[in-house]
């Protein structure tokens, strides 16, 4: 039984989310703003956290900010208003994995949670991806399954969609990596939103391996990306 936390500080909205998810299975943890939310978070070690943006006593970017100084991978997913969607690339860059806007449906947040728990499943070893865990790109050595990046003894943590992307970069050397497929296959759809918050994240991987000038990541206008070394 998979355990989900969830930050909301909307209670009547809470409560309908946590009920809902305790009757498909899930096992839940509940929490109506950041400060309690990061405390259940220490307590219990969710398999995954959905938490509001903007709530009373610490919001939901501090709250990211603070599990990830500990954990990497744990996926988390953002609730937003509307007005507040531009937020969420900011939430990504502080190690976000996905997000919804209200108001949503309760299909969509099970299929979204039921996804980033099966890449997680997958980067830890207990799927069937079938890649190699250790990938040479230049004077790097990248290992999908423990989402690290390492350079003379020194290692970054990768996120898990920082992961995604730099396996399907690696697995397409020399060549492009569609944009779109990548989008519709991570983030579920190609909408310049989403498109947008992809590029935040080749960002980041560029600043993570900028210590070998051999190795870039390519923009090919209007249609992806392309790793080279």
Avoid: C
């Avoid at 690339?89 to 728990?117: C, H, Q, T, W």
């Avoid at 890649?131 to 898990?160: A, C, M, P, W």
């Avoid at 779109?180 to 992809?198: E, H, I, Q």
Wanted: no cysteine.
């Amino acid at each position: 039984m998979s355990k989900v936390l969830l930050i909301e500080d909307e209670w009547q909205l809470g409560q309908i989310v946590k009920d809902s998810l305790e009757m498909r299975g899930f096992e839940m943890l509940y929490a109506a703003d950041g400060k309690e939310g990061l405390r259940l978070y220490q307590e219990h070690k969710p398999d995954v956290v959905v938490l509001d943006i903007m709530m009373p006593n610490m919001d939901g970017f501090t709250v990211t900010t603070e599990i990830r100084k500990q954990d990497k991978t744990t996926p988390i997913i953002f609730l937003t208003a509307k007005s507040q969607t531009t937020d969420v690339v900011k939430g990504f860059e502080l190690g976000g994995n996905d997000y919804l806007k209200k108001p949503f449906s309760m299909d969509e947040l099970i299929v979204r949670i039921k996804a980033l728990l099966q890449r997680f499943k997958e980067a830890s070893g207990g799927g069937t991806m079938g890649s190699q865990d250790e990938i040479h790109i230049g004077q790097y050595v990248f290992n999908y399954t423990k989402q690290t990046l390492t350079r003379n003894n020194t290692t970054e943590f990768l996120s898990h969609r920082e992961a995604e992307i730099l396996r399907r970069l690696s697995e397409n050397l020399n060549q492009v990596m569609e944009r779109k497929t990548v989008l519709l296959d991570l983030w579920g759809d190609d909408s310049f939103f989403n498109a947008r918050s992809m590029d935040v994240f080749i960002t980041k991987l560029r600043r993570y391996l900028k210590d070998d000038p051999r190795v870039q990541i390519v923009n090919i206008r209007g249609v992806g990306y392309k790793l080279i070394f």
